[in-house]
């Protein structure tokens, strides 16, 4: 059983960038992308997933909106996530991604070993311990 990233990104360059650097990932990880939140959640409430990693910068609501809704709409209110961002750097915007349980906020282009680092020791964690959170 493999382990799945689902990845919500609505930057094109920026899913381009995720799919080539997860690419080389070990064959046990998974990648599932969406770029829209109708789709995303769309997918999420059908789709079973290990972890998810959050683009904050949309044009209409951010990441925290899109968390609410994965919330209520999709049986993943445990599921561990990643909040990325390349446009919210403050300090306000990590501190409230940590206090709604987030694994890492990261920037994007300062970050993407970081980003893999965080994604392997989950799966690690989840193959160490099990369990569906």
Avoid: C
Wanted: glycine letters at 6%.
């Amino acid at each position: 059983m493999g382990f799945k990233v689902f990845v919500f990104e609505h930057d094109g360059l920026w899913l381009d960038i995720y799919r080539a650097f997860l690419s080389g990932a070990q064959e046990s990880l998974e990648t599932v992308f969406a770029d829209t939140p109708q789709s995303a959640v769309a997918y999420l409430a059908q789709n079973d997933v290990d972890l998810l990693v959050v683009d904050m910068d949309y044009p209409s609501f951010d990441g925290f909106d899109f968390l609410d809704a994965v919330k209520k709409e999709t049986p993943h209110a445990q599921k561990p996530f990643i909040m990325a961002t390349s446009e919210f750097t403050d300090e306000y915007f990590s501190s409230k991604a940590y206090k709604i349980g987030a694994v890492d906020y990261l920037v994007k282009s300062e970050n993407m070993d970081r980003l893999y680092n965080r994604i392997k020791l989950i799966e690690r964690l989840k193959r160490l311990y099990g369990g569906n959170r």
